[in-house]
T-cell receptor, first 113, second 114 residues
Framework: AQSVAQPEDQVNVAEGNPLTVKCTYSVSGNPYLFWYVQYPNRGLQFLLKYITGDNLVKGSYGFEAEFNKSQTSFHLKKPSALVSDSALYFCAVRDVGDDKIIFGKGTRLHILP | EAQVTQNPRYLITVTGKKLTVTCSQNMNHEYMSWYRQDPGLGLRQIYYSMNVEVTDKGDVPEGYKVSRKEKRNFPLILESPSPNQTSLYFC?????????????FGDGTRLSIL
């Protein structure tokens, strides 16, 4: 069965510093991986997805994600954090050939001015 | 504008009184899904639909019903709501239920069952 873990409930980063939000996954086959962001009182918004063969994927708002097959990880990164990046971030995984998509529990990102 | 629309956005009701949360998408998407979001538990899938007249249980289907009679609509029905169904609900859609198609989410329905 597929699963996804976001080991940190909250991440605090100073504005201008690089940020990383961690995600690890478990699937029986090859994974489809996604990152979403949720701002207060809004639904989730798609940020980026893993594309087979690209270990570094670029997405919206300057975010990127690093895929590591051996560590089964898909960490979200940004070189320089903005206060407006403060939000709740979700990692999600779908196994190839499966209908279901599983979301992590979310990581709250606080960017400190 | 491409969007997923949920109604109502907020609802306070009482135990046992049937309610329906509507969801509509204007993107001609085949796949639609319902989730509930609870603190510390993240997003959990209730039901999903791969296409018209095709629905399947997610991880937490107990106490919920869905139907998909038309492509654009996917209502969530609580026949006899109970307090443990108090939650924030999201409807989502995507072009396909397979592969790496991202989902588009509605803005949520906050349900309180007293």
């Amino acid at each position: 069965a597929q699963s996804v873990a976001q080991p940190e409930d909250q991440v605090n980063v100073a504005e201008g510093n690089p940020l990383t939000v961690k995600c690890t996954y478990s699937v029986s086959g090859n994974p489809y991986l996604f990152w979403y962001v949720q701002y207060p009182n809004r639904g989730l918004q798609f940020l980026l997805k893993y594309i087979t063969g690209d270990n570094l994927v670029k997405g919206s708002y300057g975010f990127e994600a690093e895929f590591n097959k051996s560590q089964t990880s898909f960490h979200l990164k940004k070189p320089s954090a903005l206060v407006s990046d403060s939000a709740l971030y979700f990692c999600a995984v779908r196994d190839v050939g499966d209908d279901k998509i599983i979301f992590g529990k979310g990581t709250r990102l606080h960017i400190l001015p | 504008e491409a969007q997923v629309t949920q109604n109502p956005r907020y609802l306070i009701t009482v135990t046992g009184k049937k309610l329906t949360v509507t969801c509509s998408q204007n993107m001609n998407h085949e796949y639609m899904s319902w989730y509930r979001q609870d603190p510390g538990l993240g997003l959990r899938q209730i039901y999903y639909s791969m296409n018209v007249e095709v629905t399947d249980k997610g991880d937490v289907p107990e106490g919920y019903k869905v139907s998909r009679k038309e492509k654009r609509n996917f209502p969530l029905i609580l026949e006899s709501p109970s307090p443990n169904q108090t939650s924030l609900y999201f409807c989502a859609s995507s072009l396909s239920g397979k592969g790496n198609q991202p989902q588009h989410f509605g803005d949520g329905t906050r349900l309180s069952i007293l």
